[in-house]
């Protein structure tokens, strides 16, 4: 059987048919990899694709810069989905928008030199150590922000391009007098009003919360109930400022180091100067022997700073006798200079010196010659420095030494402290929004709360504080963003629902006053029925917070009051309602344009401009956009 089978397979229809399952199977394999879908942009913009990495780098951006700005506020604005759907959402705009600049920048063939792009990376500031560019902590911050080095000369690439396009468009823009006039006399422009407030306090006792209103609202809006994501850490904490010094500075070491650069401490040579000049912008011939005649007045002894108040053109130097004040080399023309420093002693006159300014005869007054600080004088900034140096040298031997443990030896940081020579501290459990000192920085937050830290239990990589301060971390404990449970919140519940059909009682009240306002019912009678008072405020601008920035705001928004009464409903922040009465729209008095006013709304009206170009852009623009999940994005 094994035979007949054998010889069957020499067959040609058996090699036959082998070879198309080979080939079945193999462009089935390829099959499988061209099949596989590719990763759905997050936008097209006239054809050009805007990658999910993008999109989550900059979203993650975003959230470190919301972060900073409204610290432990944040997570309790965070928690509302449609906060983050908006925030999202205007992300996915921004994109957009410098996607259609850029396109049009290299329309216009806008360009950045990789010249411009290597001077700007050395000019960063965070990539300087003690003042100079610093290339192993160049790479260590572009790593943090989850950059390689292309990676991150393409980005500064697109912003400086950018930064071209906006400065040549902003450059371009400006404002006209009569423009500036009536934009300043709008925004100083005055309003009388009167208004009447219903406190939504007043109806509370009409109010009742049952139970199961309270059971409601505590599973609608859970995501208001949240207990932060919490973490405990150890870590280990490295101060270059704190390190002992292996090796004390030495005086031999201070003594060569004057040696080598004893051109620091030296005071090059100085003179003092007094010059007569004689211009020769006219007739220089004529010039020239004036100047000669002054000469052969000093040489038979006349007084030099009397005849340089008489006849030098130098009207300034002239009140002073001549005097040019101490000069240095460099200073001046190099035929005055070369002159000056000619002179030999003080009282010495130079011939007649010929500049681009004229005629120049000049006399030494004074002199310093060249003088060298001695070591004792400038030993002690001397070893101040060295010693400096030899500490930043020695913080990143212990640096990278502490580093390569760290992750050699991933579960435990004790290895990596000895070698430090520090002690491994500990936390209790904080969010980010109440993290201790030194870990309530943002890099140090990122990585604390990061999958690799909470799951896989390993130590950090080397996270940077401040220059010459770094921190390595570890998670200890972990806790996940939970519910509170009901009982713990009931009574806040309770105050919100409160609080709100109080607000909603009160709004009612006050349409109905308000259809009466309108219906010709004075204030004041409506302000009886309200059991409530008129208030009048005069002279409210648009900066004004009083009787409240809402009724501000929707005062300005008011027409101005003719026959027809002028008159809004206004719903307060605080759940109050004022019905206001806008009885008088005036100029303030004039105001005066000075600089800072001018470039203020000049500001305004490029922003406003610019704006409206961007919007243009759009118009004319084939933009599609994806979906935007409202999940975190993975980096």
């Known amino acids: 059987m094994l035979e007949r089978i054998r010889e069957g397979s020499q067959g040609a229809t058996a090699k036959v048919i082998l070879t198309l399952v080979i080939i079945s199977f193999a462009l089935a394999g390829i099959g499988s990899y061209l099949g596989q879908p590719t990763e759905t942009p997050v936008a097209t913009v006239n054809g050009k694709e805007i990658s999910q990495m993008s999109f989550a780098r900059a979203y993650e951006n975003e959230r470190s810069r919301l972060e900073q700005q409204f610290g432990e506020y944040f997570s309790q604005i965070a928690s509302d989905p449609a906060y983050v759907a908006r925030m999202r959402e205007n992300v996915m705009q921004r994109l957009v928008q410098q996607e259609l600049q850029m396109q049009l920048a290299q329309e216009l063939g806008l360009r950045v030199s990789d010249e411009a792009i290597k001077k700007e990376i050395r000019n960063i500031p965070a990539f300087q150590v003690a003042g100079q560019f610093n290339n ?118 201070v003594a060569a180091n004057y040696e080598e650069n004893k051109a620091l401490y030296m005071e090059p040579e100085r003179r003092r100067v007094a010059h007569i000049l004689v211009e020769n912008l006219e007739d220089d011939a004529a010039a020239q022997a004036k100047a000669e005649e002054i000469l052969a007045e000093l040489q038979n002894g006349a007084d030099f700073e009397k005849l340089a108040e008489e006849k030098s053109d130098d009207l300034v130097s002239a009140e002073l006798g001549g005097d040019l004040d101490w000069i240095d080399r460099d200073m001046m023309d190099p035929e005055f200079e070369t002159a000056a420093f000619a002179l030999e002693s003080v009282g010495d006159i130079s011939e007649i010196i010929k500049t681009e300014f004229g005629y120049h005869i000049i006399k030494l007054t004074d002199y310093e010659p060249e003088q060298v600080k001695e070591l004792a004088e400038v030993s002690a900034d001397i070893k101040a420095q060295l010693e400096l140096d030899k500490r930043l040298n020695q913080f990143y031997e212990v640096q990278t030494r502490v580093a390569d443990l760290a992750f050699e030896v991933a579960d435990s940081l004790a290895d990596a402290a000895e070698v430090a020579g520090v002690e491994v501290k500990s936390t209790e459990l904080f969010s980010r929004n109440n993290a201790p000192a030194p870990l309530n920085n943002p890099n140090v937050l990122n990585t604390a709360f990061s999958v690799e830290i909470l799951e896989d239990g390993v130590n950090s990589e080397l996270i940077e504080i401040a220059d010459e301060h770094i921190v390595f971390i570890r998670a200890k404990e972990h806790k996940a963003a939970a519910v509170k449970p009901l009982e713990e919140v009931t009574a806040g519940i309770q105050l919100t629902l409160e609080n709100q059909k109080a607000s909603e009682l009160a709004k009612s009240k006050a349409q109905e006053l308000f259809a009466s306002l309108q219906a010709g019912t004075a204030l004041s009678e409506i302000a009886t029925q309200a059991n409530a008072e008129v208030v009048a405020t005069e002279a409210v601008t648009r900066q004004s917070f009083a009787p409240s920035y809402e009724v501000v705001q929707a005062a300005f928004k008011m027409p101005t009051p003719s026959d027809a009464q002028s008159a809004e409903l206004v719903t307060l922040g605080n759940g109050d309602v004022s019905l206001v009465v806008l009885n008088k729209v005036y100029d303030a008095p004039a105001a005066e344009i000075n600089d800072q006013l001018r470039d203020g709304i000049a500001r305004q009206q490029m922003n406003k401009h610019y704006e409206s170009f961007i919007e243009a852009l759009k118009d004319d623009a084939e933009v599609k956009t994806a979906a935007v999940e409202t999940q975190e994005p993975n980096l």
Do not use: H
Request: no cysteine.
């Open 136 to 253: 192993d902590r160049y790479l260590q911050v572009i790593r943090q922000m989850n950059y390689q080095p292309d990676g991150f000369r393409d980005y500064l690439r697109k912003e400086m391009t950018l930064n071209q396009l906006a400065t040549a468009l902003i450059a371009t823009d400006f404002t006209l007098d009569n423009e500036l006039a009536s934009a300043v006399k709008l925004q100083n422009q005055l309003r009388d009003i009167e208004t009447v407030t219903l406190s939504a306090a007043n109806f509370k006792a009409d109010v009742t919360v049952s139970e199961d209103e309270i059971k409601e609202y505590y599973q609608l809006n859970q995501n208001q109930f949240m207990a932060p994501e919490m973490v405990a850490l150890e870590y280990i904490e490295l101060k270059g400022s704190e390190l002992p010094l292996e090796e004390a500075v030495t005086d031999a070491e």
